[in-house]
């Protein structure tokens, strides 16, 4: 593959297509494998729709050698193209992984830093080995900051990820028990989510760490600039304000950012939003900027969005779900002030041999605490005991909310992706 020719082409029509479904015309199209369709198939398709070029990896496909480039494999095509451009911008890269809370701290430090910077930031959740290199590729050369999500489900996935975005600054939002199925267990989520550390440590980077998770501070070790945040003891630090809905953050120190009012629940968003305080804080954004564009950020998509139905207030946490961030939504939950509450929750994904144990582990943590009533909907809830109610999918809990009528009550509706237990209040 010609880098060079590939980039001058990229240069001319600077978007990126892979899906023949959205092309603009003048898009540069990569024909990617997946699970259901061999892109090749559709790059004839492509031009015709208007792509300004295509780049194949299967000879018989390559159809138009005027408008086409034959390469070995396209998604590396795509990857090594986002490497050559990463290294035209001498801009801070800012890598942010973890197991929960990667998408709400990337978007609240882009909104931090956006008050004063040109940024872009990864859009949604396109966080993995097509996604990140997508995102390097929609940087213009105007850009001063950019935000990076990178997600993972196995080992080498994060060292991968920093060998294209070769980021300068990073943040591991926490480490839990999510994706135990491909990381190995939970210390294979460590090693895996460290190998961001590890790039940070040998290339002269900066880590921004939250100093409460005794574990982050350890693996930090040895790296050049490492930058604390969290209650106190810190670089950078604040304190989550009791008793509100909304979580307040009330930052203290020297720091001049004063009380954020966000919109957003549950006290595990706090170092989501001390993350943001503490980037934005060391990029140098006047103080009085960072709370009003903290405040501003309402979450999307089913990440903990309050919703107002009647006289009920439904927490839609149905974005995804693992036993820690289980734990922290039900810890959450628990402290509210409510006359009623209700749980709703869908079965958790990828644990693979603790599945059941961890089914079990938050069945019986739900016998804990008095909750008004308690649903538990398909998945490995079908295989543990416990005295709640089991329905086999939401929409059969969908049914049986209807059929409650509450009042005055608290719902909290949680689950993993696939569960899609956001159909509980579907019309
Ligand atoms: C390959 C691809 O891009 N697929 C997208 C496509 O899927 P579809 O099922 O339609 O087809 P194929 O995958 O078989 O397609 C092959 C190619 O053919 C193209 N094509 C097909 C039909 C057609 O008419 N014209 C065509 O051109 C097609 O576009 C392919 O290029 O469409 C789906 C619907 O839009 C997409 O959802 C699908 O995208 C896949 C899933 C993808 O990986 N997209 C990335 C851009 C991305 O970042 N997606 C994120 C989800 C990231 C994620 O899950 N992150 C995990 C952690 C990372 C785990 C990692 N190891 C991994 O496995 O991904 C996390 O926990 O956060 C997103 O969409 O939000
Ligand atoms: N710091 C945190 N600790 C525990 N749980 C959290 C934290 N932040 C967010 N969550 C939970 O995770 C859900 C999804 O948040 P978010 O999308 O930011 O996470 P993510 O890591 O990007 O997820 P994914 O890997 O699935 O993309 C939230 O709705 C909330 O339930
Ligand atoms: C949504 C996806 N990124 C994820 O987090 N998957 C887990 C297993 C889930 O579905 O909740």
Not at 189 to 215: I, P
Request: hydrophobic share 40%; glycine share 8%; net charge negative.
């Amino acid at each position: 593959m010609n880098i060079e020719q590939l980039y001058s082409t990229y240069l001319q029509n600077p978007s990126i297509q892979t899906d023949t479904r959205k092309l603009k015309a003048g898009d540069l199209f990569f024909a990617l494998k997946g699970g259901n369709f061999n892109g090749n198939e559709f790059a004839a398709k492509a031009l015709e729709l208007g792509a300004s070029f295509a780049v194949v990896d299967e000879e018989k496909y390559f159809t138009q050698p005027d408008k086409m480039m034959l390469v070995n494999d396209a998604l590396e095509a795509l990857q090594q193209l986002a490497l050559h451009h990463r290294k035209q911008l001498g801009i801070p890269f800012i890598a942010i992984t973890g197991t929960n809370g990667k998408t709400t701290t990337k978007e609240l430090i882009n909104a931090a830093l956006s008050s004063n910077y040109k940024t872009y930031a990864t859009v949604g959740n396109l966080n993995n080995h097509i996604g990140v290199p997508l995102t390097i590729l929609s940087i213009r050369e105007d850009v001063e900051l950019a935000v990076i999500e990178m997600g993972a489900n196995h080992q080498r996935e994060i060292e991968a990820y920093c060998k294209i975005a070769l980021p300068t600054h990073g943040i591991i939002t926490n480490i839990g028990k999510a994706h135990l199925e491909g990381f190995g267990g939970e210390e294979g989520v460590k090693k895996a989510k460290g190998e961001l550390y590890d790039y940070l440590r040998a290339n002269n980077g900066t880590v921004f760490v939250c100093n409460e998770y005794g574990y982050l501070m350890e693996m930090s070790q040895g790296i050049p600039h490492i930058v604390t945040y969290g209650q106190e003891n810190a670089d950078y630090t604040g304190k989550p304000v009791a008793d509100k809905a909304f979580l307040e953050v009330e930052v203290t120190g020297d720091s001049k950012v004063g009380l954020i009012q966000t919109q957003l629940v549950g006290a595990y968003n706090f170092p989501n939003v001390m993350a943001a305080v503490t980037v934005a804080s060391y990029f140098k954004v006047p103080a009085q900027k960072i709370a009003p564009a903290i405040a501003a950020y309402v979450p999307s998509n089913n990440r903990s969005q309050v919703i107002r139905q009647e006289s009920n207030t439904i927490i839609m946490d149905a974005y995804n779900a693992n036993p820690s961030s289980m734990k922290a939504a039900l810890d959450n939950f628990a402290g509210l002030q409510a006359p009623k509450k209700v749980l709703l929750l869908g079965a958790m994904m990828e644990l693979g041999e603790d599945s059941i144990k961890e089914h079990q582990a938050l069945a019986d943590a739900l016998q804990r605490t008095h909750w008004d009533a308690v649903v538990l909907v398909g998945g490995d809830f079908q295989k543990v005991t416990h005295p709640y109610i089991f329905l086999p999918d939401a929409l059969e809990a969908k049914k049986w909310l209807e059929q409650q009528q509450f009042k005055n009550t608290y719902i909290l509706v949680k689950g993993s992706r696939s569960t899609g237990m956001e159909r509980v209040i579907s019309q």
